[in-house]
T-cell receptor, first 112, second 116 residues
Framework: KAGVTQTPRYLIKTRGQQVTLSCSPISGHRSVSWYQQTPGQGLQFLFEYFSETQRNKGNFPGRFSGRQFSNSRSEMNVSTLELGDSALYLC???????????FGQGTRLTVV | AQSVAQPEDQVNVAEGNPLTVKCTYSVSGNPYLFWYVQYPNRGLQFLLKYITGDNLVKGSYGFEAEFNKSQTSFHLKKPSALVSDSALYFCAVRDGVNTGFQKLVFGTGTRLLVSP
């Protein structure tokens, strides 16, 4: 099976712009989670989607949003980008509850 | 609220020696515990998990971890370290009470450096 695929791998955006990141989970996995990784804050949970519904949300401002499509692919959107949004954004998928999450390679976002 | 502590920022070990990377956790219900490894500019790679059952869990690449409920610890171990094991290791916990939620809480990570 192919792993979790995230696109693009790298992005450079300007402050104030918005960005959309994409995640294709492992085939058959219905749960998709997103995490932000920064040197200062470490790995932080953004949100989780299951069958197109957001089940859980981390402590991030409303500028961060996401969605999941019927084929389980997910996107996350960040509007009005700030310098502090520069991070590695990781997507993870899980086959079912109580199982491990498998991560993609991440999207490195740089805001200038 | 769930939390994970990895008390060591870095662990240094010589190749061929045993290694231990420490992790302690706090969770309200039964813990689901995980170890992940991250290589430079890569995502997280799953190593092993504890959900229930035997306290000694075996995982990928010769790694194992010991779950200790009384000490709320889940230390990662390997009998003989390889230079290629050098990477960043993360311990994570998921609250087993709220089943269905895949939110993982991660530790701050421990950098493992294996010298030749």
């Amino acid at each position: 099976k192919a792993g979790v695929t995230q696109t693009p791998r790298y992005l450079i955006k300007t402050r104030g712009q918005q960005v959309t990141l994409s995640c294709s989970p492992i085939s058959g996995h219905r749960s998709v989670s997103w995490y932000q990784q920064t040197p200062g804050q470490g790995l932080q949970f953004l949100f989780e989607y299951f069958s197109e519904t957001q089940r859980n949300k981390g402590n991030f401002p409303g500028r961060f949003s996401g969605r999941q499509f019927s084929n389980s692919r997910s996107e996350m959107n960040v509007s009005t980008l700030e310098l502090g949004d520069s991070a590695l954004y990781l997507c993870a998928s899980s086959e079912r509850d109580n199982t491990e999450a498998f991560f993609g390679q991440g999207t490195r976002l740089t805001v200038v | 609220a769930q939390s994970v502590a990895q008390p060591e920022d870095q662990v240094n070990v010589a190749e061929g020696n045993p290694l231990t990377v420490k992790c302690t956790y706090s969770v309200s219900g039964n813990p689901y515990l995980f170890w992940y490894v991250q290589y430079p500019n890569r995502g997280l790679q799953f190593l092993l998990k504890y959900i229930t059952g035997d306290n000694l869990v075996k995982g990928s690449y010769g790694f194992e971890a010991e779950f200790n409920k009384s000490q709320t610890s889940f230390h990662l171990k390997k009998p003989s370290a390889l230079v290629s094991d050098s990477a960043l290791y993360f311990c994570a916990v998921r609250d087993g009470v709220n089943t269905g939620f895949q939110k993982l809480v991660f530790g701050t990570g421990t950098r493992l450096l294996v010298s030749p």
